[in-house]
């Protein structure tokens, strides 16, 4: 007797598992979907050229893009003061235009981080993490794409930037923009013995192995993150549809119940 009634509280207990795992994947598919498709996205993003893809008025209905977080705002990347006493402060959150105490942002620019700003014979150029902007007549222009650490003018008034991907690239007018290769090919000739180990921490190693550097490389990592993308997708499509045949299954079996329950009634004798 005490066996059987534990037996049955066993599978009491089983079943509410099985039914609070059931609604909760139900209830989170939605999230866990974004996260498997969105990491596939940035493992080919490069490829796909998604920084270049503008999409800031179809997110603006999005909480975390309607407007730039005050300490945003006040986290200062870069400055720029001119002689004609106009200062450009560039922060986390965007491009600023100083005159008689008040900021003005660049509209053009919006909330990109600017991380470095110098003046040129041919305007300002601003390195923003979205690519390089150079002011001209007309406004503020972005006229290479990419992921823009730092901008110096050179002695002979042209402009060198460096870029996450593309590395060095210089100007002379802020339109046409060549690769710079001498310092990335000297670079790549320094003898391994010559250069400076690169430190891991456990912050780093938890991120690698995330991401399969760790077992794959970095050339290689994209394989990692579209398997198991790919597999927490086909799971969760699939884990829907099973759900949902089982629902449908329990319906039709409710039903079954329901008619054969009214058929085994007696018939009430009609009235009259």
Avoid at 219 to 243: H, N, R, Y
């Amino acid at each position: 007797m005490v066996i059987q009634q534990s037996r049955r509280t066993s599978m009491r207990l089983n079943l509410k598992a099985r039914d609070w795992h059931v609604w909760v994947s139900v209830i989170l598919i939605v999230p866990i979907l974004l996260v498997a498709l969105t990491a596939v996205f940035l493992a080919h993003e490069h490829e796909l050229g998604l920084k270049n893809v503008d999409i800031t008025r179809a997110v603006a209905w999005l909480p975390g893009y309607r407007e730039a977080p005050a300490d945003e705002r006040r986290t200062v990347r870069t400055s720029l003061a001119l002689a004609d006493g106009t200062q450009w402060i560039g922060t986390k959150a965007g491009l600023y235009q100083m005159r008689q105490g008040r900021a003005d942002a660049v509209r053009e620019i919006g909330h990109t981080e600017i991380r470095d700003i110098v003046a040129a014979p041919f305007g300002l150029v601003a390195a923003a993490k979205n690519g390089v902007w150079v002011q001209g007549r007309n406004g503020w222009t972005k006229t290479v794409a990419g992921d823009a650490w730092s901008a110096n003018r050179q002695p002979d008034g042209s402009v060198v930037v460096a870029l996450k991907d593309e590395g060095l690239m210089t100007s002379r007018d802020g339109v046409n923009w060549q690769a710079a290769p001498a310092a990335q090919q000297a670079l790549a000739v320094v003898p391994a013995d010559k250069t400076m180990a690169k430190r891991v921490s456990f912050a780093n190693l938890v991120m690698d192995v995330h991401t399969g550097k760790a077992f794959l490389g970095k050339q290689a990592e994209w394989i990692w993150i579209d398997l198991v993308g790919g597999v927490m997708v086909f799971l969760g499509i699939t884990g829907m549809l099973l759900w949902w045949r089982s629902q449908r299954r329990h319906t039709a079996l409710l039903e079954e119940e329901n008619r054969a329950l009214r058929a085994s009634l007696p018939k009430q004798p009609e009235a009259g």
